[in-house]
């Protein structure tokens, strides 16, 4: 079994871990009032962007999320949370380096042996679910559960659903599609953001990933018999009906959100198995992008 599925596999019990421990960590998080700012690159982007709407939607605070390299200079913050499971990644640790005083700096990473924790205010690791593998599955859903737990906004069926999404047969026929669309509302347009990357990292699929109501407005039009469009969490009304109109295959999101990627995390490595590929070593990919100068 590959790093990765062994990995995949252990996310039931990790969120336990990650949920169990919001209420002790709750003095090095964000408070309710706070405008904070949420970054990361790559995974850690997408999880950034499924907190913050969780965040600003269950009422805690004006929160926003950004890449990393793209942070905007001089806005104001009372907070930034920076997810990172290396704590190496060149432009989170530019960035923080760059912030005022003034703001303090929250760190979540795997490895407590970096230099992302020399400097932050406010250290959280999540050494449990560090990983060997390039592509990320459990650190990064681990953050965003130890996260949604600190907002109330976790429960046992969140896990119960992960166990669902590991012991069901996949959806029929979806191996053999040439193409992928994850949609999402609120905080799963983060999830499906990350939906996509896992099958461009690890099966070297085509896809792409949407807000659930931007699909009409011209994505729609590449659906065919042999693609896929699967929505994470609840869809729009009307829309799995033009789906089907296409000749698509449509993946209702029946599960939590966040359960829903473990399933797409399945179908990836399937993909990767269907063509004899190695998701311990994706293309062109490490495990931490570190530039030979600060960005």
């Known amino acids: 079994m590959t790093h990765v599925a062994q990995e ?24 309710a009032g706070e ?3 949420v970054v990361g690159c790559g995974t850690s982007y997408f999880m950034a ?9 269950s009422g805690q605070g004006e929160t926003d999320a950004f890449a990393a390299s793209e942070f905007p200079a001089g806005r104001p913050y009372d907070r930034v949370v920076a997810l990172s499971r290396s704590g190496t990644t060149t432009e ?16 979540v990473i795997g490895d407590p042996d970096t230099p992302m924790a020399a400097m932050a205010d406010d250290t959280i690791v999540l050494e449990f679910a560090d990983e060997k593998s390039v592509v990320q599955t459990r650190f990064a859903t681990s953050a965003l559960t130890l996260l949604r737990a600190h907002l109330g ?3 046992d069926a969140v896990v119960e659903d992960a166990q669902v999404a590991l012991a ?17 509302q609120g905080w799963s347009v983060g999830l499906a953001n990350e939906a996509a990357l896992k099958m ?10 949407y807000p659930a109501m931007e699909y009409r407005h011209g994505p729609i039009s590449i659906s065919t018999r042999s693609t896929a469009t699967w929505m994470l969490g609840e869809a729009p009304s009307g829309l799995m009906d033009e789906v089907h109109a296409t000749g698509a295959r449509w993946v209702a999101g029946g599960l939590d959100p966040l359960a829903e990627l473990v399933r797409v995390q399945r179908l990836a ?9 190695d998701p311990d070593r994706p293309r062109h990919l490490t495990r931490s992008v570190i530039l030979s100068t600060t960005a």
């Not at 962007?49 to 939607?57: I, K, V």
């Not at 461009?200 to 990933?209: H, M, N, P």
């Open 35 to 37: 405008r904070i700012a």
């Open 269 to 277: 490595l399937a993909i990767a198995n269907a063509r004899g590929l």
């Open 200 to 209: 461009r990292e690890a099966a070297l699929a085509w896809t792409e990933a």
């Open 49 to 57: 962007q499924a907190y913050a709407a969780l965040r600003e939607g």
């Open 153 to 155: 906004l976790h429960s």
């Open 168 to 184: 069901e047969p996949l959806p029929a026929g979806l191996v053999e599609c040439s193409q992928f669309t994850f949609l999402g």
């Open 92 to 107: 989170v640790l530019g960035l923080l380096g760059r912030i005022g005083d003034t703001t303090r700096r929250t760190v």
């Open 8 to 31: 995949l596999a252990s996310q039931p019990d990790c969120w336990q871990v990650a949920a169990g421990m919001a209420d002790g960590l709750a003095h090095r998080l964000p408070a």
